[in-house]
């Protein structure tokens, strides 16, 4: 969307700054650089800030933010880290920024259940910290620090989603605020219901706009007796997928297994100081028992070698596994340093695993003849990847050629089965592409959208083509 395209923004009413900084005092900010911040995410989208930032502490005060607005006819948004990758964030019909990085405590650990109640403001890393000691961990994992509460919101996944699950798999119950104000809870702590609609489902990747979450209760998983890593290389990318479907194929419980390209490895050795071999990757960590872990090396390794896999080197020890995964991690960052100055239009299609070959090889001749820099990764076990494809944001010209060649990233991904979105969400950008994925389902989308927000107040512009 270019700033040509994004709505009018009506002027912000001063009485509900007013009632506001009356009822929040310094928890309410219109100073220009907290709006900024909270109006820049890590799209290529221009930024988009909004009117007021109100950083929230309670379930209770997020329902009386979403009431004053609504007295009002302003637009929220809920903000968790900025750190998605499809305009989420970005207040392009002005409004009011719900800033929930405050409401940020583990509140209940229940370890004998398996599961744990938090606030959404959580991160990852804060409440994998806050488990140390009761041989549990939660496993999704982004890349990012990202908060619970915005992993939600986007149905998040990442490395470790082959073996354990996405969040919608992971959240077994949340509190929401609704459009009119009104506090709900979904799900709870038994590990499955029959008890009407799975609203907990509804609002997991809904992007915030259906409702404001403000407490989840995720289920914990057991810290793994034994863990391995391991790397190898490849003569082709198709040589390092066709391991992936066949380890998949076969049946083994493997942890994570990450693609990088041979563009996106040399990009991780130059940013991340590593001397990985520059050759298309396969990054595999192992979960289990020390005989269970043994043996899914074993296996693994003899598939790589039997497709021409290199240099198969393991990394055992707890600070290796953690460089050579901070080295991955650091993938997209490091893809950006390639051409300094450039943003990344970010592709996020996932296709049936037994078409990830074809689909991925295709990929990289588009990106040869696009003559466009854009390493690819991905999450390949379980069928996602995406090219990272650079573009200078003062040049339109290249901007169209990125987006043609996004185009028909997708729309082969669409045409194998496969979905326009494994992990990002659909935000601003994927809105066309959502249409074509699901038809004249769409409609029943902006029907619920219509019949929870009529208003259409919560995170305006987002999801649902026309809203």
Not at 446 to 457: T, V
Request: charged letters at 20%; one cysteine or more; aromatic letters at 4%.
């Amino acid at each position: 969307m270019k700033p040509s395209e994004q709505p009018v923004r009506p002027p912000f009413p001063e009485a509900l700054v007013h009632r506001l900084e009356a009822r929040f005092g310094t928890r309410i900010s219109r100073a220009e650089s907290i709006r900024a911040h909270h109006g820049h995410d890590e799209s290529h989208f221009p930024d988009a800030a909004p009117d007021a930032v109100v950083f929230v502490h309670s379930t209770a005060e997020v329902a009386e933010v979403v009431r004053a607005c609504g007295e009002f006819d302003v637009p929220l948004i809920p903000f968790g880290v900025g750190s998605s990758l499809e305009g989420h964030i970005l207040a392009t019909r002005g409004g009011v920024c719900i800033d929930c990085s405050e409401m940020n405590a583990v509140l209940d650990i229940r370890a004998e259940d398996m599961l744990v109640v938090v606030q959404p403001g959580v991160t990852r890393k804060q409440l994998n910290a806050a488990l140390h000691g009761t041989g549990l961990f939660f496993p999704i994992d982004p890349g990012a620090d990202a908060s619970l509460g915005g992993m939600a919101a986007t149905r998040a996944s990442g490395t470790n989603a082959v073996r354990y699950g996405t969040m919608r798999e992971n959240v077994l119950g949340l509190t929401a605020v609704m459009a009119d104000g009104r506090v709900i809870r979904t799900g709870g702590r038994a590990r499955k219901s029959a008890a009407g609609y799975d609203l907990t489902r509804l609002l997991v990747g809904s992007e915030g706009t259906l409702g404001v979450i403000t407490e989840l209760t995720v289920r914990l998983h057991p810290l793994p007796e034994a863990t391995s890593a391991a790397v190898c290389a490849f003569p082709d990318v198709v040589s390092a997928v066709n391991t992936v479907i066949q380890t998949i194929q076969l049946g083994v419980p493997v942890a994570r297994i990450e693609l990088v390209d041979e563009l996106g490895v040399r990009a991780i050795n130059r940013y991340s100081k590593t001397t990985l071999r520059e050759a298309p990757m396969l990054f595999f960590e192992f979960h289990g028992s020390p005989a269970g872990v043994d043996e899914q090396a074993r296996t693994v390794q003899e598939l790589a070698s039997e497709n021409g896999g290199l240099d198969f080197e393991w990394a055992e020890r707890p600070e290796d596994r953690s460089r050579l995964w901070a080295a991955r991690h650091d993938a997209y960052f490091a893809s950006l340093n390639l051409r300094p100055n450039s943003r990344a239009i970010t592709t996020d299609v996932c296709v049936p695993i037994s078409t990830l070959a074809e689909c991925v090889s295709a990929t990289q001749a588009d990106i040869e003849a696009s003559g466009l820099i854009a390493p690819i990764v991905g999450h390949v076990g379980d069928g996602n990847f995406h090219a990272i494809i650079l573009v200078d944001p003062e040049d339109d010209a290249e901007g169209a050629r990125a987006e043609a060649l996004n185009r028909r990233i997708v729309e082969r991904a669409l045409a194998m089965g496969g979905t326009c979105t494994g992990e990002h969400g659909i935000g601003i950008g994927k809105q066309g592409f959502l249409v074509q994925e699901h038809g004249e389902a769409v409609d029943f989308m902006r029907a619920i959208k219509q019949a929870l927000d009529p208003r259409n107040l919560l995170n305006p512009g987002k999801v649902v083509p026309g809203l």
